[in-house]
C-alpha cells in the first residue's frame, strides 16, 4: 500500500527483525496504490508496478518478500529473479498446514486468494471475509477489527483447528493478538510465516 509515512510502512520490516534479528531489511511500496491490492482490479494495476519495483531493487538484495498475502506476481519473479523471492501467501499456508488440518482463513475480499485454495486444498475448511472489511484502510476501524474478531469466532464455531490471516494488512493491525482473547485457536500472522520462511531459504544457501 503506498504511503509517505515510514512507521507505517516499516511495521512489517519490524515485525521480521524482531523475530530473525540476523536479517538485514530495507522495506519500499508500490508508488500508485493507495487501497493496497484487495480485488482484481487492484491486482492488475499493481503487477507491472511490482515488477518494475522489483526489477531495478534485485541487485542491492539477497533475497525479496513480497508482503502481500495474493502473492501477487510471485510466480514471474520466483522465475526470473536470481534470488530466493518469498510470497506471504504461502508462507502463511505452509505455516497453517504445519499446524492444523481444519484451516479457517480470514481476508479483505470476497473469496480467499488463489494460493490459499491451491495451497491449502481440501484443508481450507473455509474462508471468511469479514463484515464491512473491504480493504486495508477498513482493518484498522473499530468496527473492522470487531468483525474481524467476530470472524474468527465463526471459524473457530465451525470446527477450525488453525486460523490462517490471508490479508498482510492484519499483521500492522497485528490481528493475531487482537482476536487472541475471543478464541483458542492459533493464528498464522503471514508478515512473520514469510520471514521465517526467507530465514530458513537463505541459512540453506
Request: one cysteine or more; hydrophobic letters at 45%; proline letters at 6%.
Amino acid at each position: 500500500m503506498t504511503s509517505s509515512d515510514r512507521e507505517f510502512l516499516e511495521h512489517h520490516q519490524r515485525l521480521v527483525q524482531a523475530d530473525h534479528p540476523e536479517l538485514a531489511l530495507e522495506t519500499r511500496c508500490l508508488p500508485d496504490q493507495p487501497r493496497g491490492i484487495h480485488d482484481a482490479e487492484s491486482l492488475i494495476h499493481a503487477l507491472p508496478q511490482i515488477e518494475a519495483l522489483a526489477s531495478e531493487w534485485v541487485c542491492d538484495l539477497d533475497g525479496l518478500i513480497v508482503s502481500c498475502a495474493a502473492d501477487p506476481g510471485l510466480k514471474k519473479l520466483k522465475a526470473t529473479l536470481p534470488i530466493p523471492v518469498i510470497g506471504a501467501g504461502e508462507a502463511c499456508c505452509e505455516k497453517a498446514l504445519m499446524m492444523g488440518s481444519h484451516i479457517g482463513a480470514i481476508g479483505i475480499e470476497a473469496d480467499a486468494p488463489p494460493v490459499f485454495r491451491a495451497r491449502l486444498k481440501g484443508r481450507l475448511m473455509r474462508y471468511l471475509q469479514p463484515d464491512g472489511v473491504e480493504c486495508t484502510h477498513d482493518i484498522h476501524t473499530e468496527e473492522g477489527k470487531l468483525a474481524i474478531i467476530a470472524a474468527a469466532q465463526a471459524l473457530e464455531g465451525q470446527g477450525a483447528d488453525v486460523v490462517a490471516l490471508a490479508c498482510t494488512g492484519m499483521a500492522t493491525t497485528d490481528v493475531a493478538m487482537l482476536v487472541a482473547p475471543y478464541i483458542r485457536l492459533p493464528v498464522v500472522n503471514p508478515v512473520r510465516a514469510a520471514g521465517d520462511l526467507m530465514s530458513r531459504r537463505l541459512s540453506r544457501g
